[in-house]
């Protein structure tokens, strides 16, 4: 079984950053698992924020924070981080770190492994 476990999520305003941290434990080599970042704010369905294959080669951005967010992994660390610059109002939502063996599968939301979120609230 796999761990995931979010951390560094707040409250900021408009424009600010926040960076976001997930560690996998548990199961296979975190190297064998893609990760990916997802967000639910209030009375919305979940949405796919961004994701990272095993070796950090292959990445995918929703359109809302491209050029805004930027994933990275360290294997080493079984770490994978979300920095959210130029913060907006709509980045508002709990964020949750997954895992999964495909690429496939963390993009279209279908992880095996699920974090419990983290809080990222940012005001105008």
């Known amino acids: 079984q796999v761990r995931v476990v979010e951390s560094g999520g707040g409250s900021v305003q408009a424009g600010h950053s926040l960076r976001l941290s997930c560690v996998a434990s548990g199961g296979r080599s975190f190297s064998n698992y893609a990760m990916g970042w997802f967000r639910q704010a209030p009375g919305k369905e979940r949405e796919f924020v961004s994701a990272i294959d095993w070796s950090g080669g292959n990445i995918n951005y929703a359109d809302s924070v491209k050029g805004r967010f930027t994933i990275s992994r360290a294997n080493a660390r079984n770490t994978v981080a979300l920095e959210m610059n130029s913060l907006k109002p709509e980045d508002t939502a709990i964020y949750y770190c997954?895992?999964?063996?495909?690429?496939?599968?963390?993009?279209?939301?279908?992880?095996?492994?699920w974090g419990r979120g983290t809080q990222v609230t940012v005001s105008s």
């Open positions: 997954a895992a999964d063996f495909q690429l496939t599968r963390v993009v279209t939301g279908l992880c095996d492994y």
